[in-house]
């Protein structure tokens, strides 16, 4: 199915906004939508979308998967309650690491982390609210990245061939599948959301699961989400595209107190885009990765190795599974 472009460039805002509170709600009706809000500003534009579109008929779930970002469940929930959107945390832990115990091919591991997602999870919140819609955040970049096989985002069924309805039980509703991500933030700026929200960072929807080479466990989690605070709170005046943390399978020789000590390493990436479908890695100050360097082996347990990644996108791609 191919979906009509709208460019962020010249792009009526307002219009679009309309446009979309009007189709989300002749698409549900009188009837119930769910929407899984991450804090990324995807989720986050459609879900204030559907409150003005649908108002209490929204139920508005963060699912606390075990691979997000220090303190996001509490961070996410304290923002949207400003703007009278309630917000349910479900502890989703245990479903998610048990799914992904053993994986370490990149694509089942994505895979697992959907199936996981759609089906057992929202599966169970759609049986107990009596929704039959989901508000969802797939950009067109997502959908592009799919049907062009670089890599299955998590997100995207229909241009798959996959019904969401007989593969899940429910509708799912993509209001900003026509856009991209500068698209995204101009409807952000303009709904009121915070800057802390409309300039934030592409997150991926398998969250820190898809900065893991290699199986997924939770103590392989709390490393890179160490090393992700470091490395945001080092890189943030960059006001690069993206920046990001990623640990390696494979233990490296190092050395600590004069003796041999095989340790993990953290390779960095850093990028400059527009629209993420290219990226060019930011020359950043020696100075900056020296830093960083020595913070992350300083304070990342079992870290004797920093890497900054040089390649642009393509042949790279922004994350690194």
Known sequence: ME????????????????????????????????????????????????????????????????????????NVAE?????????????A????????????DPEE??????????????GKLVVESGARHLLQGTILTDIDETVAGVKRQHNVFEQL??????AFGYRIIEPLRQIRKDGVRKVAQTLGLPESIYKR??????????????????????????ATV????????????????????DRVTGMRGGRRDFGLQIEIRCWKSLDARTAAPV???YETLERLAGRITGEVPGVVSVTYNIATKPPSTMEAI
């Open 201 to 226: 960072m592409p997150f991926p929807g398998p969250a820190l699961a898809a900065r893991i080479i290699g199986e997924v466990t939770p103590e392989k989690i709390e490393l890179v989400r160490k």
């Open 3 to 74: 979906v009509k472009e709208i460019k962020a460039e010249g792009m009526d805002v307002a219009g679009f906004i309309k446009d979309k509170t009007d189709e989300i709600s002749s698409l549900v009706k009188d009837g119930l939508a769910i929407t899984a809000l991450s804090g990324g500003v995807d989720s986050s534009v459609v879900t204030v979308l559907g409150h003005q579109a649908l108002g209490n008929r929204l139920l508005t779930y963060f699912i606390e998967n075990g691979l997000m970002r220090q303190d996001e469940a509490r």
């Open 230 to 249: 470091i490395t945001e709170a080092e890189l943030a005046g960059t006001e690069a595209f993206q920046y990001l943390a990623i640990l390696h399978q």
């Open 283 to 285: 020359r950043l100050p």
């Open 93 to 104: 832990r245990q479903e998610f690491f048990e799914a992904l115990k053993g994986l370490t």
């Open 109 to 122: 591991k994505r895979e697992a982390i959907t199936q996981t997602f759609y089906k057992k999870v929202f």
């Open 79 to 91: 923002i949207f309650g400003k703007f009278g959107i309630p917000v349910k945390i479900v502890d």
């Open 161 to 166: 061939g996959i019904d969401p309805q007989k």
